[in-house]
């Protein structure tokens, strides 16, 4: 059987093995995640998953309370010099306890501190469910499952709890962040003044935030409306004087992962070093600073991508990041043979991990597997290895939000072609058409439609074999590099 992604828990805890005795040694601050995890009861940690929903497209749900602890710490949005989010969290959930336990905090101190604008973290909607959550008794869920009409029968009849029944109709998006009306229809038949009175305070505070961004927009100076038609220009801006980073990972050594039982399908990526100076030239003409990186494991490649994200990209146009490895389903493999998500190294750069890149065209070129569908070839390789669990939904694997393009080199269940002298397929026909756009001044979806065109038309050669790359953007407007 294929070796399964390593836990969360092995980027900050070392087992050191004598004598067929696990010796855990942890850092303070992990170890304070284990203190405080521990003291939480089984309310405490559906809460903690809810109100950790919207930072994540990962879900939380089911996961146990150190596990969402420490995958908040792995994507940074916790650390030993950052507490204010597990801070916010325990107030929240109501561990007033725990607060001033762990962080010499009173309830009185974070709620004037979550006045002031910036500091709050978790949404006021994601607040809003949790605190509805709480004043409904649980002997009225019954009542709550009877009433619900849009959601099928079968699906009302496994939730278990009120915040059971918010996911399902988030789902539905019968319920979000601007339409709480569903709701309000709720509390006519629970009759609960409480979770009356929260719906109307949240509606009323939304109708105040529309009522001051129209007020704005009618009072704004002649420069905002310059500012305006400036943001509505179809092109991104690409005239900095730094382009910005362009980092390339590039994995040819597997000896590691050969090691692993199941693993020795990880032959050495004989090509990519051709893949890897072609990028680095066309991508240094296009005025970008390269980095490159060999040879990561696993949970290095994280590291590396992770790093980037800290970076003051302000001065720079815009970030990009090209991963030549092994893969499956939705993932790209350490030369260990641990799988990554590709969904896990688009998100760092989300807006609230990578503030500087807001507004910003992030690229990501991912030339890896995605799958073993394909027909034999006898003179390519490929970049399959092993089966992984994965993504379900490619628009899993960026962000949900604008200024993304992920170019991989396949569609997800299939393999990608690697020359073992003249590289892949896909990297060798990108870096020729990104030359020939340069020169053009083309953009770069015109660009990735050509290296489709080109692709898709290799099975006219001589090899029993196509390949057909695939796009993935919440691109805003046109990228052109000139």
């Known amino acids: 059987m294929p070796m399964k992604p390593f836990s969360l828990h092995f980027a900050y805890i070392i087992k050191v093995f004598r004598k067929k005795i696990n010796v855990i040694v942890m850092d303070p601050f992990t170890e304070k995640l284990f203190e405080i995890s521990k003291q939480f009861d089984s309310g405490n940690s559906s809460e903690l998953a809810f109100l950790c929903k919207d930072l994540s497209r990962r879900s939380c749900s089911g996961k146990k309370d150190i596990d969402i602890f420490i995958f908040l710490q792995q994507m940074g949005y916790i650390d030993e010099n950052n507490t204010r989010l597990i801070e916010e969290l325990l107030f929240y959930l109501n561990r007033y306890d725990l607060l001033l336990k762990h962080f010499q905090l009173?309830?009185?101190?974070?709620?004037?501190?979550?006045?002031?604008?910036?500091?709050?973290?978790?949404?006021?909607?994601?607040?809003?469910?949790?605190?509805?959550?709480?004043?409904?008794?649980?002997?009225?869920?019954?009542?709550?499952?009877?009433?619900?009409?849009?959601?099928?029968?079968?699906?009302?009849?496994?939730?278990?709890?009120?915040?059971?029944?918010?996911?399902?109709?988030?789902?539905?998006?019968?319920?979000?962040?601007?339409?709480?009306?569903?709701?309000?229809?709720?509390?006519?038949?629970?009759?609960?003044?409480?979770?009356?009175?929260?719906?109307?305070?949240?509606q009323k505070r939304n109708a105040a935030v529309v009522s001051d961004v129209r007020n704005t927009d009618e009072h704004k100076s002649p420069t905002h409306k310059k500012e305006k038609n400036e943001l509505s220009c179809p092109f991104y801006d690409m005239n900095n004087m730094k382009r910005g980073i362009c980092l390339i990972i590039s994995n040819y050594d597997f000896s590691k992962a050969r090691e692993n039982p199941g693993q020795q399908d990880f032959n050495d990526r004989q090509g990519t070093q051709k893949d890897e100076e072609s990028l680095s030239i066309i991508f240094s003409k296009l005025g970008f600073e390269v980095h490159r990186k060999r040879d990561l494991e696993g949970e290095k490649i994280f590291q590396t991508v992770n790093s980037y994200k800290g970076n003051n990209h302000g001065e720079s146009d815009c970030f990009i990041c090209c991963v030549l490895s092994h893969g499956d389903r939705g993932t790209i493999s350490g030369t260990d043979g641990q799988s990554v998500p590709i969904r896990d190294l688009t998100f760092c750069f989300c807006s609230s991990q990578c503030p500087t890149l807001v507004g910003k065209p992030k690229l990501f070129f991912i030339q890896a597997c995605q799958?073993?569908?394909?027909?034999?070839?006898?003179?390519?390789?490929?970049?399959?290895?092993?089966?992984?669990?994965?993504?379900?939904?490619?628009?899993?694997?960026?962000?949900?939000?604008?200024?993304?393009?992920?170019?991989?080199?396949?569609?997800?269940?299939?393999?990608?072609?690697?020359?073992?002298?003249h590289g892949s397929w896909y990297i060798q026909s990108l870096c020729?058409?990104?030359?020939?756009?340069?020169?053009?001044?083309?953009?770069?979806?015109?660009?990735?439609?050509?290296?489709?065109?080109?692709?898709?038309?290799?099975?006219?050669?001589?090899?029993?074999?196509?390949?057909?790359?695939?796009?993935?953007?919440?691109?805003t407007r046109k990228l052109v590099f000139n």
């Open 106 to 202: 009173k309830p009185s101190t974070m709620k004037e501190r979550l006045k002031e604008p910036g500091m709050a973290q978790i949404s006021p909607y994601r607040c809003l469910l949790c605190k509805l959550n709480n004043v409904i008794p649980n002997s009225k869920l019954e009542e709550i499952k009877r009433n619900i009409t849009l959601i099928p029968k079968a699906t009302v009849e496994k939730v278990e709890s009120l915040l059971d029944v918010f996911n399902e109709l988030e789902k539905k998006d019968l319920i979000n962040e601007d339409n709480v009306d569903y709701l309000e229809e709720m509390s006519l038949y629970l009759k609960e003044e409480e979770f009356s009175k929260l719906i109307s305070e949240y």
């Open 371 to 421: 799958g073993k569908e394909h027909q034999q070839l006898v003179s390519l390789q490929t970049d399959a290895c092993i089966d992984s669990e994965g993504c379900n939904s490619s628009m899993d694997l960026i962000p949900d939000e604008p200024d993304f393009l992920l170019g991989m080199a396949t569609t997800l269940h299939c393999v990608s072609y690697r020359h073992p002298k």
């Open 432 to 475: 020729e058409h990104l030359h020939k756009s340069y020169e053009s001044q083309e953009d770069i979806i015109s660009t990735l439609t050509k290296v489709n065109h080109e692709l898709s038309q290799k099975q006219a050669d001589n090899f029993n074999a196509t390949q057909m790359p695939q796009p993935w953007t919440t691109l």
